[in-house]
């Protein structure tokens, strides 16, 4: 909670604590102005947020008995000390409520970069008019990104931070129902502030920075990457993340919200999260495609000539992991890349030792046994019950297409386990889970309520975060600014959490 807030609730249950002491008029003006006046200051200096909708009815409603009750002399009279007993109740479980929600779903504060750069953002809406939107079945619509730009910043104390989530009431309305959850859930973190300015300078303490791409999950979106994206950035990074569309849940477009509800193409495949992978792999391309045209001048921008494109990795979460797995094997512009806890759908054509240098980190709950032990994340068919042999036949139109992918799934571990025996940099956290490799930890402030969410681990998603941002940004000074050869093995001793796993 914020301090205004909790000044407020705590203010609100002093007053009915003096609800039942004998005071003058005056001493029950007061209170009222002293209600209303942090009320005011809260509203002016935090921002008002429906988790403390009790503590502004209790405010207003208190006021309102108040002076009626000194107005006018039928309410002179005392109250009965039992309807007394019962209102005072009411409000203080109601006012417990308010300090619940505010707790469980907090206006929180993102991480400060590590770095010694400001960090500034531009967002670029990119359209390829090469390619058809695949997710648009029997539609002539080209590809449309949204591309969100972090860069390494002149500092400028006029601007103002950029608000959490682009300062879009629609955005946060269509990643709650995203969510199935009310459309007002996230509204509060239009009060959230990030750690960068839109519109900065790009900082001249460098003739050029590297590029490094970064790619969100399924079903979520850039805004959640927030936190290593302004890391990143403030390293002396130019981090381009990639709103891949109808994969992110909900996108802002200059002039409309685009959601993945939106699309209609039907793959008739039971998991098309290959399919799926390779379209964001070729949005990745087109926007390293545009960003060589951003730094020769050819798309306007404040850009022109501070793109290192010879130096360009690729980041991802979940989904987007494999979309950098994908570009480290077919992609020869990318010089390093990073999965961040994602299944992968593509085997490398080559030796494992010919790879680009690549970087995993698993979550400990689940994924790291699978690669451990060479194994794909779906059963094999002779080991499910016959109920889960018929439900998976259903999905897959047959036994032979379920073991078909299966087999895949196999070749792509395998390939996987050799391409990380190879490198040798393969970590987990202790502790961790799937979605704290993102912003998403922060969003919910109580763990039993993050588990219903799906965000398990006993690691702290702000502590979890902080140990990937440390060893992505070592693996990629070292691969893209060639320094610190020996920064991974310190950060394992860094942080007891971070764990090392050497394949056999």
């Not at 502030?193 to 970064?214: A, C, H, W």
């Not at 593509?346 to 709950?365: G, H, Q, R, W």
């Not at 919910?444 to 502590?463: F, K």
């Amino acid at each position: 909670m914020r301090i205004f807030e909790i000044i407020l609730v705590l203010v609100n249950l002093l007053t009915i604590y003096l609800s039942f002491k004998k005071v003058s008029k005056v001493v029950r003006l007061w209170e009222v102005g002293i209600n209303l006046f942090l009320i005011l200051i809260h509203g002016i200096l935090e921002g008002f947020r429906y988790q403390m909708i009790f503590s502004y009815i209790f405010v207003v409603g208190f006021v309102i008995f108040t002076l009626i009750k000194t107005k006018y002399k039928p309410f002179d009279a005392k109250m009965p000390k039992g309807l007394k007993v019962i209102i005072s109740s009411v409000s203080i479980i109601f006012l417990i409520i308010t300090l619940l929600l505010s707790y469980a779903l907090p206006v929180f504060k993102l991480p400060k970069p590590t770095g010694s750069y400001d960090v500034g953002i531009n967002y670029f809406h990119l359209v390829d008019e090469n390619r058809k939107d695949p997710f648009l079945d029997k539609s002539t619509k080209k590809r449309e990104l949204m591309i969100k730009v972090y860069y390494p910043a002149k500092n400028d104390d006029s601007k103002a931070f950029d608000r959490y989530f682009h300062n879009s009431s629609e955005l946060l309305k269509a990643f709650a129902a995203g969510y199935h959850m009310p459309d007002f859930l996230f509204s509060h973190l239009k009060l959230v502030n990030t750690n960068s300015k839109e519109g900065l300078q790009i900082s001249d303490k460098e003739q050029s920075y590297p590029v490094v791409l970064f790619s969100h999950g399924a079903g979520t979106t850039m805004e959640v990457q927030t936190s290593q994206c302004e890391d990143l950035a403030s390293q002396g990074y130019i981090v381009a993340a990639i709103d891949h569309t109808y994969v992110s849940w909900a996108i802002l477009f200059p002039d409309r919200v685009v959601t993945a509800q939106e699309a209609t193409t039907n793959f008739n495949t039971a998991d098309p999260a290959e399919i799926i992978t390779q379209i964001m792999a070729d949005d990745s391309k087109f926007v390293i495609d545009s960003l060589t045209k951003i730094n020769e001048g050819k798309i306007n921008s404040n850009f022109k000539g501070k793109l290192n494109v010879d130096k360009i990795g690729a980041i991802g979460h979940s989904v987007g992991g494999a979309v950098a797995y994908n570009l480290a094997i077919n992609d020869k512009r990318i010089k390093a890349a990073v999965d961040l806890d994602g299944i992968v759908f593509v085997t490398p054509k080559d030796e494992a030792e010919d790879m680009v240098p690549f970087l995993m980190i698993a979550n400990d709950k689940y994924h790291i046994q699978g690669i451990q032990n060479r194994e794909p994340l779906i059963k094999k068919f002779e080991g499910m019950t016959e109920e889960e042999q018929k439900i998976m036949v259903s999905m897959y139109g047959s036994e032979e297409s379920y073991k078909e992918a299966y087999t895949k799934a196999s070749q792509n571990i395998i390939g996987l386990a050799k391409v990380l025996k190879s490198s040798g940099n393969l970590f987990t956290v202790e502790g961790s889970d799937h979605m704290k490799f993102t912003d998403m930890g922060f969003l919910i402030d109580v763990r039993q309520l993050r588990e219903l969410m799906g965000i398990g681990g006993n690691t702290a998603p702000e502590r979890c975060l902080e140990i990937t941002k440390s060893v992505t940004t070592a693996f990629l000074n070292n691969h893209l600014k060639g320094k610190e050869k020996d920064a991974l093995e310190s950060q394992v001793n860094r942080y007891p959490e971070l764990k090392k796993v050497n394949l056999n």
